[in-house]
């Protein structure tokens, strides 16, 4: 159960003009409502979380340990 979705869409629930939807995540196909914060990567629409995701993918993927793996 994702609580911070939980009160995202009460809140949507309580507030009607948030219900009109914009985009969707190409990544996971969630609704992106207008006002609601999106983000664009390499073209593609992702919602936040998302985002994060291929945020700490990148990060992993960049990451070295100075004396560790560090060539050859
Ligand atoms: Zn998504």
Redesign the pocket.
């Known amino acids: 159960m994702n609580e911070d979705k939980y009160w995202e869409e009460q809140r949507i629930t309580n507030d009607p003009q948030e219900m009109e939807e914009y985009f969707e ?6 609704p992106i409502y207008k006002n609601q914060e999106y983000y664009i990567f390499e073209g593609d629409i ?6 994060d995701e291929v945020q700490m993918t990148t990060k992993r993927k960049c990451q070295r340990i100075a004396g560790e793996d560090d060539g050859d």
């Open positions: 995540c190409d990544f996971c196909g969630s992702l919602c936040e979380q998302c985002f």
